[in-house]
């Protein structure tokens, strides 16, 4: 059974940095597409970045140029790095594979003050 468990959310002010992780457990880690996804209070949850097979990578637009997903296949780990933050990006982050068919982890709270 897949157990996502993300971490490194937080509480910092509009400009700053952030760096998540989510460990994956039970699957192949290293064969999967993955994403990072956000769900935003009262909005439905969204993908903000996709790691392909290929190594290429998917960003939505309001994350474009502020967001930088990256894995560790060693350590069954999958990155977001996230600079400049707006209050825009306050939202439960989370994990998954490119298709979100895994269940959800518990997520990691980042809330960005103005």
């Known amino acids: 059974q897949v157990q996502l468990v993300e971490s490194g959310g937080g509480l910092v002010q509009a400009g700053g940095s952030l760096r998540l992780s989510c460990v994956a457990s039970?699957?192949?880690?290293?064969?999967?597409?993955m994403g990072w996804y956000r769900q935003a209070p009262g909005q439905e949850r969204e993908q903000v970045a996709t790691l392909r097979s290929d190594g290429s990578i998917i960003y939505a637009d309001p994350v474009k140029g502020r967001f930088t997903v990256s894995r560790d296949n060693a350590k069954n780990t999958l990155y977001l790095q996230m600079n400049t933050l707006k209050p825009e990006d306050t939202a439960v982050y989370y994990c998954n594979n490119r298709w979100s068919s895994w269940s959800w982890g518990q997520g990691t709270q980042v809330t960005v003050s103005s």
């Open positions: 039970g699957i192949i880690f290293s064969i999967w597409e």
